[in-house]
């Protein structure tokens, strides 16, 4: 019995008992990387990191069926589904960033989430070795790389300055003047205007 559920697993083929071990192989790979983002206190958790490798997953086996189930289908592209979900993933990402009001943190939140949804397509593929492997190299660059930097990054954290103004202003070398006799170097900067309300947000990060 244990053979035949091994080879339904390994079938190229969408079965039932194979599906159903890929999803829970992907709920779990997922639920490991989010388990390490909430640890860093980020909003996006295991559940999000779950659903989002698990509906790659399922996306995967759909694109894989239908060709499967419907071989007499013209003009099917099996890979249009699993295809649409790198590029719909990363409404997801942009929310976990829009979500910092303005602070660069939220990228490394963002690129796991991307990268969560491809170790969900690299599952529903079957390709079981390069997933789980993909899941472990992501914790060693969230974990490893995290300490390197506060070594030797030590004192060069990035921080927002955000000023709003009462008006509609365009020019912002009034602020730099001012920066730069303060000392303070400005990485780069950008603006939202409201014409509404008629004022100015300037975010200076420096």
Request: charged residues 15%; glycine residues 10%; aromatic residues 12%.
């Amino acid at each position: 019995m244990l053979n035949e559920i091994y080879t339904q697993i390994c079938a190229s083929e969408v079965n039932s008992i194979g599906a159903i071990y890929k999803l829970f192989v992907s709920l779990l790979l997922g639920g490991v990387i989010g388990f390490e983002r909430r640890q860093k206190g980020q909003v996006a958790g295991m559940r999000t990191f779950a659903l989002i490798s698990t509906g790659a997953t399922l996306a995967m086996l759909v694109s894989i069926y239908i060709p499967q189930e419907y071989m007499g289908l013209k003009n099917g592209d099996p890979g249009r589904i699993a295809a649409q979900v790198i590029s719909g993933i990363g409404f997801l990402g942009a929310g976990a960033i829009i979500q910092m009001k303005g602070s660069v943190k939220g990228l490394t939140t963002a690129a796991g989430i991307w990268m969560t949804a491809c170790i969900g397509l690299a599952v529903g593929a079957g390709m079981f070795v390069i997933a789980t492997a993909a899941c472990i190299l992501i914790i060693a660059i969230l974990k490893a790389f995290e300490f390197f930097e506060k070594i030797f990054l030590r004192g060069r954290e990035q921080n927002v300055i955000r000023l709003k103004v009462s008006r509609i202003v365009k020019d912002s070398s009034l602020y730099h003047d001012c920066f730069k006799k303060h000392h303070v170097h400005v990485s780069y900067e950008y603006l939202r205007y409201d014409y509404t309300e008629n004022f100015t947000t300037f975010n200076f990060i420096v």
